[in-house]
């Protein structure tokens, strides 16, 4: 049903089975627990735009505050792109068609 992301979560692993949780998710990641977190839903974006808009927002975060972004596919080429830039970050695919990417600085 899901394919296999690097780093990722299956939501079986995380018992969520029904609607979109989107903090239980984050917390499956390694992100920083006490982190402030900004939400980017990009999920109605076709592409380019995910990535373009994700990019461009990191910078704008001050170095403590955790990206979610809320997508409706893994971003597969933003992982090289944020691998490039010393970002961490962690995937979890949710059974609703939703998959949150938790991005922060290293």
């Known amino acids: 049903m899901f394919g296999a992301i690097p780093g990722a979560v299956r939501p079986e692993a995380t018992g969520m089975s029904t609607?979109?949780?989107v903090e239980a998710a984050v917390r499956e990641t390694d992100v920083p627990a006490d982190a402030p977190r900004?939400?980017?839903d990009v999920r109605?974006?076709?592409?380019p735009e995910p990535l373009a808009k994700t990019l461009e927002r990191l910078p704008e975060l001050d170095a403590e505050t955790v990206l979610v972004q809320l997508n409706d596919r893994a971003p597969q080429h933003l992982y090289p792109k944020l691998d490039d830039r010393d970002y961490e970050y962690?995937?979890?695919e949710m059974d609703e068609g939703t998959v949150v990417t938790a991005i922060w600085q290293a």
């Open 44 to 47: 109605r974006l076709g592409p």
């Open 19 to 21: 609607g979109v949780n």
């Open 38 to 40: 900004e939400r980017l």
């Open 90 to 92: 962690g995937t979890v």
